[in-house]
C-alpha cells in the first residue's frame, strides 16, 4: 500500500522580549531604521530571556502543532529538529525536546543545515513516513536562538537576527495529498562565508578565543554573492516542481527563508509571479533562521491564506552553502 505523508498540525511560538528598530537604533547610536525595514523588511523582533534557549521555544512550538493535529505527545513517533543554534553542542536538543513534551514513544535527532535545516528535515521526515511502517506521526521543529551569538557592535548581524521556533506535524495516510517532491543542494565553498566558527573541534573555545570575541559570535566574514538566492530559488523552484509534475502557476503559496524582502520579491519577480503569494514575516518577527519557513507556514495558515488542497511551495537556503526545496499539497 501506497503511503503519503501530509501535514496535519502547525505551530510557532516567539519570546515575550521584542526590539524594535527604534529601539536597536538608540543602541547602536544611529539610525537603522531606512535599511532594516525597507531594504531587508524588518521592523521588530523578539529574543529570548536570560533564562531561555533554544529548547524552550521549540518545545512550546511543538506543543501547538501536536495540539492543532488533535494529537497527544505520546503519540508521536519520531522527532527531528532542525537547528544551528543548539542547547548544547552535545547531546542533541531534540532529546530534551522529547523529554519535555513527554513524547515517551519518540526517536528523535538533531539537522544542522544551518537555515535550510527546516525543510531539509521535513523532506527526511516525508522519506521516513513513506518507506518505513513503523512511523506514523513525525514531529518537524525548527528552533532559532541565535541571539546568544549576537555581538552588539556588528551592525551586520545584530540588526537583522531573532528568536523564534515553527513546527509541523507530518502523518501517514493512504489517500493521495501531501508531500509531492523536494530537492536538496548543498556547496562548500561557502562554508567560511557566515557562521559561528569557534566552539567546535576546528576551533574550541580558548581564552584567547573568548578575548578576541570574534569567532564565538555569528560573523559574515564575507559577502555571499547576490545570485546565490537570486538566481538559486528560481532555479531549485523550477526543478522541484517539475520533479512534482505541477506547473507555477498552480502553487497558492510560495515560502522563502525570510532573511531579505528586497531578494524575495525579486524572485518572485524573476518567477513572473504576483509578491502576493509569497507570505512574509520578518516585518514582525525578524531573521529566524531554521525556524522562519515554518513560522511562516503556520502564520500563513491561521491567517486563512492556504485552504485545503492548495499547492504550497517551501524554498530554504543557509550557511554553508545548504539549500532546499519543497512541495506540498495543503492537508488541513
Known amino acids: 500500500m501506497t503511503r503519503y505523508a501530509k501535514i496535519v498540525g502547525t505551530g510557532s511560538y516567539v519570546p515575550e522580549k521584542m ?32 533564562k531561555e534557549n533554544t529548547t524552550d521555544l521549540a518545545v512550546e512550538a511543538g506543543r501547538r502543532a501536536i495540539k492543532m493535529a488533535n494529537l497527544k505527545a505520546e503519540d508521536i513517533d519520531l522527532i527531528i529538529l532542525a537547528t544551528d543554534t543548539p542547547a548544547y553542542i552535545s547531546p542533541a536538543t531534540s532529546t530534551i525536546v522529547q523529554y519535555c513534551l513527554g513524547a515517551k514513544n519518540a526517536g528523535s535527532f538533531d539537522v544542522n543545515c544551518a537555515c535550510a535545516g527546516f525543510v531539509t528535515a521535513l523532506k527526511t521526515a516525508a522519506t521516513y513516513i513513506m518507506g518505513d511502517p513503523e512511523y506514523k506521526n513525525i514531529l518537524v521543529i525548527g528552533a ?104 507555477i502557476k498552480d502553487v497558492k503559496q510560495f515560502f522563502f527563508t525570510q532573511v531579505n524582502l528586497s531578494t524575495i520579491k525579486a524572485v518572485m519577480q524573476n518567477l513572473e509571479l504576483p509578491m502576493s503569494l509569497a507570505h512574509t514575516i520578518m516585518g514582525k518577527w525578524g531573521y529566524t533562521g531554521s525556524a522562519c519557513i515554518p513560522m511562516a507556514l503556520d502564520d500563513a495558515a491561521t491567517l486563512g491564506k492556504i485552504q485545503k488542497d492548495d499547492l504550497v511551495l517551501m524554498c530554504a537556503s543557509g550557511g554553508g552553502l545548504n539549500m532546499a526545496c519543497a512541495v506540498f499539497r495543503w492537508s488541513i
Not at 538608540?26 to 537603522?32: F, P, R, S, V, Y
Open 144 to 247: 532559532y536562538a541565535m541571539s546568544k551569538y549576537l555581538d552588539w557592535d556588528d551592525k551586520k548581524t545584530c540588526t537583522i537576527f531573532a528568536d523564534g521556533a515553527g513546527a509541523v506535524v507530518l502523518q501517514a495516510s493512504d489517500t493521495p495529498g501531501g508531500y509531492l517532491a523536494s530537492k536538496l543542494y548543498a556547496d562548500g565553498q561557502y562554508h567560511n562565508y557566515l557562521g559561528i566558527f569557534a566552539g567546535g573541534t576546528a576551533m574550541p573555545i580558548t581564552k584567547n578565543v573568548l578575548r578576541e570575541g570574534k569567532h564565538n559570535k555569528v560573523r559574515f566574514l564575507q559577502k555571499y554573492p547576490p545570485e546565490i538566492n537570486m538566481e538559486g530559488w528560481p532555479n531549485l523552484v523550477k526543478e522541484t516542481l517539475k520533479k512534482a509534475n505541477v506547473d
Open 19 to 50: 526590539l524594535t528598530n527604534d529601539d536597536l537604533s538608540q543602541m547602536l547610536g544611529e539610525d537603522i531604521n531606512t535599511f532594516v525595514s525597507q531594504v531587508v523588511g524588518i521592523e521588530r523582533r523578539h529574543f529570548c530571556s536570560d
